[in-house]
């Protein structure tokens, strides 16, 4: 029996001081962001089997001879969120892992605490790049190619570092179309010669003016009206005439458009076709006060890159000086089987396992890879260790510590006064 309290007590002294550097881990961990708190499981070292009146019914018990570590698994637990002044930082609602780039082998966190360097490269505080899929959308010399609403999930093994270019180009969208609105009258004393105006786009990321002149045509053919127009392109500064053209827009006895011959213009190499509605839809000829009449024109000026952000969906946008944006890139959220197998490589970071699985990608019904979880940006999740039951936990251990050591030295005592009654 000696023999059995010192192994027993030595056996618990080795246990629990694993389990205290498990429980102070946790605690020195408390304001580390994306923290994912680990547990002690115990378990008998060696077990005895007591008989008992109801050992013939089928049960039994044991006696433990010693204790072990049995286990110690990953806290799933959903951590606190903390406001931040960062749309770069980023909580994940829910299960899911972020992916980083740990120098050629993936690593999964939970800590969102992200920024783009100096290079524009979405890299986490201790300089790991973040993965995700990128749009494809910026070509060679860095100017947009299109404009996207959203990027779709690529496959787990096509994930890639979220770098984009310092500069980015948003092209001029040249102007196809503009559309004139308002009343002409009827070619009254003072009203004789009505203008009209749209700024339009040229293919140089110039904005030009396009000025439509409307004059009541000298010969009339009742019982509608006939009136010459002139479309002129120039530059903003009107020192510079692109294009002219001419045409005759016929109105019926009511005043609404029947209709024009009025060609398109070039602005500066592109093409714009002028719409001027149809029927009461647009340019009217209305014998009642002339009103100054309106415009709109399609096109973009062209704009350079403000910024990269990243939006509650976990999309890369990029914002340019025209007030464009686009979606660049999107942000992967992996997922496992048994997130409680991943196997811890630092504090935060942590390496799929054969316990855990190969990293996956939710897909919604139609068998396209989506996050899977909630995304929320000017968020940080702190670390999910409850403070109270740690300190709860390690008095425990200590107090359990102690007792093992007391039992180890009551056991040597023993021995030594058997020992001694020997001699």
Sequence with gaps: MMTQAYYTGISGLKTYSEGINVVSDNIANISTTGFRAYNAEYASLFEDALTSASSNLGSSNTEGLGTRMQATPMST???????????????????????????GETLYTRAGDFVFDENSDLVTPDGYYVLGTKGGNISDDNVLTEQLDSVALGDVAGQEQLRFPKTLTYPPEPTTEATFNGNIGVGSEGYETVTMGAGIIDPENNR???????????TQMPPGTQ??????????????????????????????????????????????????????????????????GSSTADGTIGGDLEGYAINQNG???????????????????????????????????????????????????????????????????????????????LIVLQRAYDANSKSVTTADQMMQKALNMDA
């Design 227 to 292: 009136w010459d127009v002139t479309a002129t392109v120039t530059s903003i500064d009107g020192k510079t005439i692109y294009d002219m053209q001419q045409g005759v827009i016929a109105f019926d006895e009511t005043g609404a458009l029947i209709s024009s011959t009025l060609p398109a213009v070039d602005n500066n190499g592109a093409p714009v076709t002028i719409n001027l509605g149809d029927g009461y839809n647009g340019v009217v000829s209305i014998d009642t006060e002339v009103v100054p």
């Design 77 to 103: 637990a959903q951590g606190s969120l903390a406001l931040s002044d960062r749309n770069t930082d980023l909580a994940l609602m829910g299960e899911g892992w972020f992916g980083i780039d740990g120098g």
């Design 315 to 393: 999309e890369v946008i990029a914002t340019f000086t025209n007030g464009k944006q686009s979606s660049v890139g999107q942000i992967a959220v992996y997922h496992f089987q048994n997130d409680q197998g991943l196997e811890r490589v630092t504090g935060t970071h942590f390496a799929q396992s054969d316990n855990s699985g190969a990293a996956i990608f939710y897909q919604n019904a139609d068998g396209e890879n989506i996050v899977g979880t909630d995304i929320l940006n000017f968020r940080l999740e702190n670390s999910n260790v409850e403070l109270d039951s740690a300190l709860t936990e």
């Design 208 to 218: 030009n003016n396009l000025q439509l002149s409307f004059t009541k045509s000298a």
